[in-house]
């Protein structure tokens, strides 16, 4: 008869391990990767970029790939018109910003060109205060009072003599269309009386007023004749505060631009 008893040796009653299915490791691989998948995953994903890099080349060079010699000619020859014309065009447009610069320069000089006139004018004109190099004449009644017309020709030889600006007195500014009148007492000037002494402040080139003031048979000289004695003193600097009030011309009127 057989044995049948129990077994009662080491192994009696152990079951063995449950083996792995491959999904197990599958999924155990994806949670945790190795080091030596990380490698191979990113040399797979730069195999593929430079394959989609390749397929792209592949087909823009295709889109010529059946052109014949002479339409590859025609195509580069509409290229190189197409690069003709873009730079004529940059030149056109750098040839309008030069003009455009130039007449700006060309439109800032005008400006200050009639600033400058207009500000010659405002000062012959005697309608702005005004500073510079000149003399002061200072004449003193002696004897007799000095006469309208010796004091319009003293006038006449400071300005041949370069003066640019005239003041009597501190009182009124001499224009072209400035009178002298005898009145009883002095000088009317301008619809201004004035008594002695007389101060003329003028400006312009001090040495040439005073040789006009001094030659033979000048001003000084007429003056001196008639009773006066007259005193010229260089300046460096003469300030004129008098302005002149602007005249309104009453027939003159300007013309329409052209």
Do not use: C, K, W
């Amino acid at each position: 008869m057989p044995d049948e008893r129990p077994d009662h040796g080491p192994d009696a009653g152990r079951s063995g391990p449950t083996p792995e299915t491959g999904r197990t490791r599958l999924l155990r691989a994806l949670r945790t990767p190795s080091r030596n998948q990380l490698v191979v995953a990113v040399l797979l994903a730069l195999v593929a970029f430079a394959a989609v890099v390749q397929v792209r080349a592949t087909e823009i060079a295709d889109d010529y790939a059946g052109y014949r010699d002479e339409d590859l000619i025609a195509v580069l020859d509409g290229l190189a018109g197409t690069s003709q014309r873009a730079r004529a065009e940059i030149e056109r447009l750098e040839t309008t910003r030069d003009q455009l610069a130039s007449d700006t320069a060309d439109q800032r000089t005008a400006l200050q060109q009639a600033q400058s006139e207009a500000d010659t004018l405002a000062i012959l004109a005697g309608l702005v205060p005004v500073r510079g190099p000149g003399v002061r004449i200072t004449i003193t009644e002696v004897t007799s009072p000095i006469n309208a017309d010796t004091v319009v020709d003293m006038v006449q030889s400071l300005r041949v003599a370069g003066a640019e600006a005239i003041q009597v007195n501190g009182q009124v500014r001499l224009v072209a269309q400035s009178a002298f009148t005898d009145v009883v007492g002095g000088l009317e000037v301008d619809g201004v009386s004035l008594t002695g002494p007389y101060v003329f402040d003028v400006i312009g080139p001090p040495s040439a007023l005073s040789n006009a003031m001094t030659i033979l048979d000048g001003p000084r000289l007429d003056l001196q004749d008639e009773g006066a004695e007259v005193e010229i003193t260089e300046l460096a600097s003469v300030d004129i505060e008098v302005v002149a009030d602007p005249l309104e011309p009453d027939f003159a009127q300007p013309q329409d631009a052209q």
